[in-house]
């Protein structure tokens, strides 16, 4: 129960407002209608409103219960007579209460008719015993529906009875407060509620213990409706009473959500709208300017595409930046961890690696990389989908017209067809999106080279993930966002750092952890552990345990600010395009590269200073986390491989592709979306194909999801993957050293990692001298969310590859596009999207696909 | 009476018939100042979430046998007898705890007023020479028959 003060209740109350008085001398007399009529410092004036309009019955010392409707909440307050004015006008005043809140829909616990309630004794009819269904029931009352009228003001025992649950009958006395008539299903019923008369040990245990299996049956349906994480699972429930809003709450409080949105027919873009088409044909068939259907949804959809590629494309940017500053002067906080590849990318890019120093080579680098982003360059370098792609899909891709020249000209193309009156036909302004797609990959291939170059390629490596890697022993520092520019300089200095949070308290130092992309990039280097993926990013502040966030950009929502604000949270915003909405809890740290040092040692300071002002009451943490091994970049992949045969390491690949142990590759990649169970599809999907001996390799959040459910872990080679797949994954993680299996999903990274995949899909097509649309490769984004996964999603479809997309896209309200997208694309460049929200049915598509390809290949299925 | 026929299926739950609801029983009846107004417009349709179709646009019915005046203990909602309208008396309703009237209407066509004293409900827009509501569905949910 929430205890109110007096100014709290003050707050709530204003003077005409109406409240009920209950009058009880150890059992209730009467219930009756008032008023508020003035509000004092101490005290309360109310009139009473109904007759008896006298107060007579009230004497000095009297203690009564004044009962409050507040919004959907009832506080009770119980105060002491002190003065009866005017006893004719019935107006009394009560003093030194506390209000308590009784009942309040929110923590109110609904309770199903399965359980029953006698009422034993009745005042004034008698001693009848009635029967009837509790509804509602927490600590201070219940509510329950029953045939028969029961007078205000009675007296009844209840005894409570359950079937179902494993807790003992008990009677509990009671007061009626209200009877009031409702019709069930045409039935005319009554709806009784009742206060609890003041509880004695046994009773309050009985009814506590009652009111809890209640509460906790109702969360945990809810909880596991909502999400897949058991760790997620675990503090929505916990959390609940602290009625903190999630995600899901919101998404909840959305619906319905609007069909025109949905259908991808509102166009808003110019000042003449908003139009919508009436999908039913029977309104509107064009917006204002003549813009059908399919124009709009071309639009919209071409919108999403150069959005969602200039987030890749700013990440690759800023990291080039890094380099760039590292080769002209000394960064302290940055050095060239990877000399290999970065020597490796300048020959690829047609330079040349003798006779130089390494910082003369990384400003080489640099200007080569950034040389990548500008329109109409002197052309020095090579494009950098040259280096990347096959021949084969490069000159289809070229023939198309979708090889982007440079890296920043097809988003601001993007953007200019779309814009009003400009392109409006369907098949260009998609083929216009496919070629800004295509710059979302190089985009994203840049950022991960980069990021691998300064921070160093990931090798297997082990961790944990799950809300429960927050620690209630140490000071819980969250990296959130995408940019391994700020999270790893944060990681280095927590590191050095540490005995000052021993110091400060915390014996168990600083634990660094990750959310969402930026987590996985420390998960691969440095095996910081993920706490949580897009979705549950608000309840790890929810843990009550997460004393400082620091985000960079991308994905971040804007929930956490308003989170951290209910609990002692910290977020730091690091970045001068990643701002945060202003509350007392949020402060912006600009990441300044010549020295990033001293802003991290400020965001680590104050996450220890926030670590004192934790709230013990508050702090709910789930037990054990999940052991995943992770950091499987192409590199890594091909020195396990090297292992068998260390001459050409792509051959036993092959050989195992060929033999059909290995019938395909499928990449899982994408965001959370709270509109489906959380990593639910994503789960489904990658065991269902790794049951079918499809390799998985995954990005994102949906490897965060694969590494909390347990997939990434040797065991789950042993129990989830089919036959022939788990023999090869034996072999392998024999060959790499490792004491068993190797996991049946492999976790490449984050979702610019993505890159990562294509680097071993293209190894394969130029191996097998096949293009890219023949290999038995399929990508599944089973629950987008962000612009960025309807990008990437593109950009594997021009690829060539069949990719799932497991919400329904905002392309439906037009057969055209939607065809076009499913089917003729697939003439064009020989991938396609499916789109489909069911993840069992998906999986049979994407095997269909794998093996109508290995058919076309001459390989068995 | 007007009557107005409610078709679920072509519902898109693009609300804009809440706003143009609240917007004609605003002051002004005009968007941009009603938004500033207090007490804040208040619509009386609402887009609920249903289990067989995408939305289910609630709205009074005006019933002929209302549970709401059988279930109002102050007898505070009545039948107009000259518009056949049902009517709430604001005075008389001072607002039950439970919502006598809002639980007893089958639609759930009630609607708790913001500060939680009294239900507001569907009124066919009598002043107006067709109810908000008919004349802004982008798809003619509403109907007048």
Redesign the interface.
């Known amino acids: 129960m929430y205890e109110k003060s007096m100014d709290e209740l003050k707050n709530l109350i204003d003077i005409g407002m109406?409240v009920?008085v209950m009058v009880h001398d150890g059992q209730v007399m009467g219930v009756y209608?008032a008023c508020v009529v003035e509000i004092g410092p101490k005290s309360i004036y109310y009139r009473l409103?109904n007759s008896p309009n006298r107060c007579d019955f009230l004497q000095f010392g009297h203690m009564l219960t004044v009962?409050y409707?507040?919004?959907?909440s009832?506080f009770r307050y119980t105060g002491e007579v002190v003065s009866i004015d005017q006893p004719d006008a019935g107006c009394f005043e009560l003093r030194d209460g506390i209000a308590e809140e009784v009942i309040s829909n929110r923590r109110r616990v609904r309770v199903e008719s399965d359980i029953s309630c006698e009422c034993l004794t009745a005042r004034p009819e008698g001693n009848g015993s009635i029967e009837g269904s509790i509804r509602d029931l927490d600590l201070g009352g219940a509510?329950f529906i029953s045939d028969t009228f029961l007078e205000p003001g009675s007296q009844v025992r209840l005894r409570f009875r359950l079937p179902n649950m494993a807790l003992p009958e008990f009677d509990i006395e009671a007061g009626v407060?209200?009877t009031?008539?409702?019709?069930i299903k045409g039935r005319k019923k009554y709806?009784i509620?009742m206060q609890f008369r003041t509880l004695r040990d046994g009773d309050s245990l009985g009814v506590s213990s009652w009111v809890r299996q209640c509460r906790e049956r109702d969360s945990v349906t809810e909880a596991s409706r909502r999400s897949a994480d058991p760790s997620v699972r675990f503090v929505m429930m916990s959390a609940r009473s602290d009625s903190v809003e999630t995600m899901w709450d919101r998404a909840e409080k959305m619906?319905?959500?609007?069909?025109?949105g949905e259908?991808g027919v509102c166009c808003h873009t110019c000042l003449q709208g908003p139009c919508?088409i009436?999908?039913?044909g029977?309104?509107?068939k064009a917006g204002i300017c003549g813009a059908s259907a399919s124009t709009m949804i071309a639009k919209n959809f071409a919108r999403m595409v150069a959005v969602g590629t200039s987030a890749h494309v700013e990440h690759a940017r800023h990291l080039s930046e890094v380099l760039m500053k590292l080769g002209n002067q000394k960064l302290s906080a940055y050095k060239i961890t990877d000399e290999n590849k970065l020597r490796y990318l300048v020959k690829r890019l047609g330079g040349s690696d003798s006779k130089t120093t390494l910082m003369q080579l990384t400003a080489k680098l640099a200007e080569m990389v950034l040389d990548q982003f500008i329109p109409l360059r002197k052309n020095q370098s090579g494009n950098w989908l040259d280096y990347v792609l096959p021949a084969k899909r490069q000159n289809k891709l070229d023939k198309l017209g979708v090889l982007p020249s440079d890296l920043y000209s097809p988003i601001v193309e993007l953007a200019h067809r779309s814009s009003s009156g400009v392109d409006t036909n369907p098949k260009s302004l998609l083929l216009s999106a496919m070629r800004c797609a295509m710059a979302d990959l190089a985009g994203m291939h840049i950022a991960t080279e980069v990021s691998d170059i300064l921070f160093g390629t990931p090798a297997p490596i082990e961790t944990m993930a799950g809300l429960s890697v927050i620690r209630a022993d140490a000071v819980n520092l969250a990296v959130h966002g995408h940019n391994p520019m700020v999270g790893d300089v944060i990681c280095d200095e927590a590191r050095k750092m540490n005995p000052m949070a021993v110091r400060a308290g915390a014996p168990g130092g600083i634990n660094v952890i990750g959310v969402c992309c930026a987590g996985n990039e420390l998960l691969l280097r440095h095996g910081i552990p993920l706490a949580a993926n897009f979705a549950s990013q608000e309840l790890a502040i929810q843990t009550g345990a997460l004393d400082a966030v620091a985000v960079d950009y991308q994905c971040i929502s804007p929930g956490i600010a308003e989170a951290a604000a209910c609990y002692h949270t910290r977020i730091f915003t690091t970045m001068p395009v990643g701002r945060l909405p202003e509350n007392k809890n949020v402060e912006h740290i600009e990441f300044d590269l010549k020295k990033p040092e001293k802003q991290a040692q400020k965001i680590i300071k104050a996450a220890i200073a926030s670590f004192h002002n934790r709230k013990p009451e508050r702090i709910m943490l789930p037990a054990e986390g999940q052991r995943a091994l992770v950091g499987f970049s192409m590199e890594a992949i091909v020195s396990a491989l090297s292992n068998l045969n260390a001459k050409d390491p792509l051959q036993p690949l092959l050989d195992q592709l060929a033999a059909g142990n290995i019938q395909g590759i499928a990449l899982l990649g994408g965001c959370n979306n709270v509109l489906v169970r959380q990593d639910h599809s994503i789960l489904t999907l990658a065991r269902t194909l790794i049951q079918e001996n499809v390799l998985v390799v995954t990005t994102g959040c949906s490897a965060g999801a694969c590494a909390k459910s347990g997939l990434l872990t040797g065991q789950a080679a042993l129990k989830t993957a089919g036959g022939k797949l788990r023999s090869v994954l034996q072999t392998l993680g024999e060959a790499g050293g490792i004491d068993g299996p190797l996991p049946p999903v492999l976790h490449m990274g984050s979702c610019v990692n993505n890159a990562r995949a294509v680097d071993v899909a293209c190894a394969l097509a130029s191996r097998l001298g096949v293009d890219m649309d023949e290999i038995p490769v399929v990508v599944s984004i089973p629950e987008p969310t962000t612009e960025k996964a309807v990008s990437i999603a593109l950009s594997a479809v021009t690829l060539g590859f069949p990719v799932h997309v497991g919400m329904v896209l905002p392309i439906m309200g037009s057969a055209l596009f939607e065809s076009m997208l499913k089917e003729e694309i697939g003439q064009w460049v020989g991938g396609h999207m499916i789109i489909d929200s069911n993840p069992i049915s998906a999986a049979g598509n994407l095997l269909a696909q794998i093996r109508s390809r290995r058919k076309k290949l001459g390989l068995s299925c | 009476m007007r009557t107005i026929s409610v078709n679920m299926k072509l519902c898109l739950a693009c609300k804009s018939c809440e706003i143009h609801c609240a917007l004609a029983h605003s002051e002004s009846k005009d968007l941009f100042r009603a938004l500033r107004e207090s007490p804040e417009p208040r619509p009386r349709v609402r887009v609920n979430p249903s289990q067989r179709t995408r939305a289910n646009p609630a709205q009074c019915k005006h019933c002929k046998y209302p549970q709401c005046i059988r279930a109002c203990e102050r007898n505070a909602i009545c039948k107009d007898p000259e518009s056949q309208l049902i009517v709430i008396n604001r005075e008389a309703c001072a607002g039950c705890e439970d919502f006598a009237c809002a639980s007893a209407c089958p639609f759930g066509a009630m609607l708790l007023e913001k500060d939680m004293h009294t239900t507001l409900f569907c009124d066919r827009c009598q002043e107006l020479a067709e109810p908000a509501c008919v004349g802004v569905c982008p798809t003619g949910v509403f109907k007048i028959v």
């Open positions: 109406s009920q209608d409103i009962l409707f507040v919004n959907t009832c509510a407060i209200y009031r008539p409702i019709l709806r509620g619906q319905p959500q609007c069909a025109f259908l919508r009436d999908p039913f029977e309104g509107s």
